[in-house]
T-cell receptor, first 116, second 113 residues
Framework: GAVVSQHPSWVICKSGTSVKIECRSLDFQATTMFWYRQFPKQSLMLMAT?????????EQGVEKDKFLINHASLTLSTLTVTSAHPEDSSFYICSAPRTGGTGELFFGEGSRLTVL | AQSVTQLGSHVSVSEGALVLLRCNYS??????LFWYVQYPNQGLQLLLKYTSAATLVKGINGFEAEFKKSETSFHLTKPSAHMSDAAEYFCAVSRYNNNDMRFGAGTRLTVKP
């Protein structure tokens, strides 16, 4: 079964509104989670690293004010796309690391955002 | 810095034929290597991983990969393709105690009946 859960799977919103995507680790704690963005037929691009109890670390070129990340607890990270525009439409995937230093990541099911 | 390169953005095989998806890595430290599979509109599922133990790694669904340090490769194979193997496959690299995973561009596998 899934060990990382994302919600919602699909979301459609109007331009200018904000959308929140949740990422939960199930049955394990994750002090760090990762948010990726995936364009059609392309690879995953790391957007930011979510850190429990501290600020997220953003990759170069990712707008911090556009993509707000909050790691409120050891099992929950949220990504809020603020003032969404059609170019923000994409597939967003979160992940959490497997414990034990293996470098392996568990991935959520992904969230498809469409901004009209 | 670590990176992976997947050779071939699209591979097409007939059902029952050998599947070979190529991945080469670059890493300044011993790498951990992974193959993930992605079905449409879904997240990534781990197929197999290499974390410095056996160089021949067996994964789920009949897939396996061999770590070859001399060739800096970690190619994914399956002896006999099945229609259900049609998906996008990603090679990825990270390292011990570092969750900064980097992905290849992906290879789309098509299986013809």
């Amino acid at each position: 079964g899934a060990v990382v859960s994302q919600h919602p799977s699909w979301v459609i919103c109007k331009s200018g509104t904000s959308v929140k995507i949740e990422c939960r680790s199930l049955d394990f704690q994750a002090t760090t989670m990762f948010w990726y963005r995936q364009f059609p037929k392309q690879s995953l691009m790391l957007m930011a690293t979510s850190n429990e109890g501290s600020k997220a670390t953003y990759e170069q070129g990712v707008e911090k004010d556009k993509f707000l990340i909050n790691h409120a607890s050891l099992t929950l990270s949220t990504l809020t796309v603020t003032s969404a525009h059609p170019e923000d439409s994409s597939f967003y995937i979160c992940s959490a690391p497997r414990t034990g230093g293996t470098g392996e990541l568990f991935f959520g099911e992904g969230s498809r955002l469409t901004v009209l | 810095a670590q990176s992976v390169t997947q050779l071939g953005s699209h591979v097409s095989v007939s059902e029952g034929a050998l599947v070979l998806l190529r991945c080469n890595y670059s890493s300044s430290v011993p790498p951990y290597l992974f193959w993930y599979v992605q079905y449409p509109n879904q997240g990534l599922q781990l197929l197999l991983k290499y974390t410095s133990a056996a160089t021949l790694v067996k994964g789920i669904n009949g897939f396996e990969a061999e770590f070859k340090k001399s060739e800096t490769s970690f190619h994914l194979t399956k002896p006999s393709a099945h229609m259900s193997d049609a998906a996008e496959y990603f090679c990825a690299v990270s390292r011990y105690n570092n969750n900064d995973m980097r992905f290849g561009a992906g290879t789309r596998l098509t299986v013809k009946p």
